[in-house]
Nanobody
Framework: EVFLVESGGGLVQAGGSLRLSCAGP????????IGWFRQAPGKEREVVAA????????SYADSVKGRFTISRDNAKNTVYLQMNSLKPEDTAVYYC?????????????????WGQGTQVTVSS
């Protein structure tokens, strides 16, 4: 397992934007694919977006396509999730996760390590 730290969550009005960061200090960051997941109260954890080790491949949930962008800066050991046009239904705890290997995964079981999560609340 590796250590991940999310930041950037908060309270925003509908239509607003937030940028989440996932930092991974202390390990070879570009050996790992990274996924962003979210979990709302009473709901299962779901994938939001994922990015391959080099950043050449990305994947998005249908619900966020065109609004969210995942990117990474391996020199800074950080993955970002830019969230625009936020909706109340985007409210959840957002987690980043790391998987040691090739490709990207959209299921939680693909990932070995998880951050502690950051709360995103979108008011209507």
């Amino acid at each position: 397992e590796v250590f991940l730290v999310e930041s950037g969550g908060g309270l925003v009005q509908a239509g607003g934007s937030l940028r989440l960061s996932c930092a991974g200090p202390g390990f070879t960051f570009d050996d790992y694919a990274i996924g962003w997941f979210r979990q709302a109260p009473g709901k299962e954890r779901e994938v939001v977006a994922a990015i391959s080790r080099s950043g050449s491949m990305t994947s998005y949930a249908d619900s966020v396509k065109g609004r969210f962008t995942i990117s990474r800066d391996n020199a800074k050991n950080t993955v970002y999730l830019q969230m625009n046009s936020l909706k109340p239904e985007d409210t959840a705890v957002y987690y980043c996760a790391a998987a040691d290997g090739v490709g990207i995964g959209v299921l939680p079981r693909f990932y070995d390590s998880w951050g502690q999560g950051t709360q995103v609340t979108v008011s209507s």
